[in-house]
């Protein structure tokens, strides 16, 4: 094996099969609007994480009609965000800076049980209700097992960031400044040295209260389809993020190991090697170097 030469340089890019950016979306309070998303995402292969408050849920077994304006019902969750992401708004949107730490930790521990009965895998990522938090109940969050919680800030380098659970986004979906969509993304994708995420965050109810939901396909249609976006939900560029920060690379750059359970890409002098979970992979300089 030594008889090889070595790869000249060895990268871990930051999304799977190095893609150059990641788009991912995330939407509150789960109303009946919601539907509308979910359709056009479903139609154009985008990804949203859906922040939900439980006991705000209607129960009466059969889906919320859409004239009520009103939340989904429990019943139509699963079904409806299958292939995106559910994850917690505190179980009955309070303004979190006016509770308790107990408290603070039965909204959290109260829509994480619910939502989990309702979806059938384990909820994981949350948003801030009213974008409020602070350092303790950051780490109260950390502490229960929660991976990441969007606050309403927004930056234009918006991933990696260094703490999770106060996570800005890049813009909010009606946001000017410093441009609108489509016009914001368009700059960020055309430029070809752009490597990173773009986030977009909203309520669906904010189309139907300004009427316009024809800015839906507007705005958010020119972001699908490009070959070189990775589409994700939250909880999905975070899980990839953590094995990405866990596979070895050894100090030769002969081999590496992936300790966790997704495929991590490295590029391998130019080339793309994924290495599969929990496997060493002999890394070589492409054949024709
Ligand atoms: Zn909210």
């Known amino acids: 094996m030594q008889d090889q030469p070595a790869p000249k340089k060895v990268e871990i890019p930051l999304f799977p099969r190095g893609k150059r950016i990641a788009v991912t979306t995330s939407w509150d309070d789960g109303l009946v ?7 056009a995402f479903n139609a154009w292969g985008l990804k949203g994480t859906f922040n939900l408050n439980s006991r705000s849920l209607t129960r009466t077994g059969k889906p919320a009609p859409m004239e009520g304006k009103g939340h989904l019902d429990a019943c139509e969750v699963a079904d409806l965000y299958a292939g995106h992401e559910v994850a917690i708004h505190m179980a ?3 303004q979190p800076l006016l509770l308790t730490p ?3 930790a039965a909204e959290v521990l109260e829509d994480r049980q619910a939502l989990e009965d309702l979806v059938g895998y384990p909820v994981r990522g949350m ?3 009213f974008g409020r938090y602070n350092r303790a109940f950051i780490d109260l969050l950390r502490a229960m097992g ?3 919680s969007r606050t309403t800030e927004t930056t234009p380098n918006c991933f990696p960031v260094d703490e999770p659970l106060a996570w ?4 909010h979906m009606f946001a000017n400044s410093p441009a609108p969509l489509p016009q914001r993304w368009e700059t960020y994708y055309g430029n070809p040295r752009q490597n990173g995420l773009f986030f977009v965050w909203g309520h669906s109810y904010e189309f139907d209260r300004a009427d316009c939901w024809d800015r839906l396909e507007t705005l958010l249609a020119p972001l699908a389809g490009k070959p070189d976006v990775w589409y994700c939900t939250n909880i999905e560029l975070w899980d990839y993020h953590a094995a990405r920060q866990r596979l070895v690379v050894g100090a030769n750059r002969r081999t590496a190991f992936n300790p966790s359970a997704l495929a991590v890409t490295v590029n391998v002098d130019g080339q793309l090697v994924d290495v599969p979970p929990g496997q060493v992979v002999a890394l070589a300089p492409p054949a024709s170097a």
Not at 33 to 39: G, L, S
């Open 146 to 148: 929660i991976v990441y």
């Open 92 to 94: 009955t949107h309070p």
């Open 33 to 39: 609007f919601d539907r509308r998303i979910v359709e």
């Open 127 to 129: 948003a801030y209700p």
């Open 168 to 171: 800005p986004a890049t813009m």
């Open 102 to 104: 107990i408290q603070l």
